[in-house]
Nanobody, 126 residues
Framework: QVQLVESGGGMVQAGGFLRLSCAAS????????MAWFRQAPGKEREFVAI?????????YADSVKGRFTISRDNNAKNTVYLQMNSLKPEDTAVYYC??????????????????WGQGTQVTVSS
């Protein structure tokens, strides 16, 4: 079992920034591919970003590419981060971190992940 706890959400004006954190516990953190998803009201949960086990590779949804950066600390902190810059009102959603075992390619469907955090709200005002 892996337990995931997100933090760092909040309310910000358009053009601002936030940094989300997701702390993992329970198993060896570096054994898991980590990803961020988001879900806006009335919409399906959608992929945002993914980072491989060692942090050597990342992949982003087109809607956030160039504005968001995913990173991870596999040492003492066992945490994955999402740095969100140049935020837009359409980025408003509940953001979730997710974990799964290693994969040969980037997994972008929520059903492909085994563990989820409780979510953190991000609200961007215009």
């Amino acid at each position: 079992q892996v337990q995931l706890v997100e933090s760092g959400g909040g309310m910000v004006q358009a053009g601002g920034f936030l940094r989300l954190s997701c702390a993992a516990s329970g198993r060896t953190f570096s054994d898991y591919t980590m990803a961020w998803f988001r879900q806006a009201p009335g919409k399906e949960r959608e992929f945002v970003a993914i980072i491989t086990l060692s942090g050597g590779s990342t992949y982003y949804a087109d809607s956030v590419k160039g504005r968001f950066t995913i990173s991870r600390d596999n040492n003492a902190k066992n945490t994955v981060y999402l740095q969100m810059n140049s935020l837009k009102p359409e980025d408003t959603a509940v953001y979730y971190c997710a974990a799964r075992g290693p994969s040969g390619y980037y997994r972008t469907m929520p059903s492909e992940y085994d563990y989820w955090g409780q979510g953190t709200q991000v609200t961007v005002s215009s």
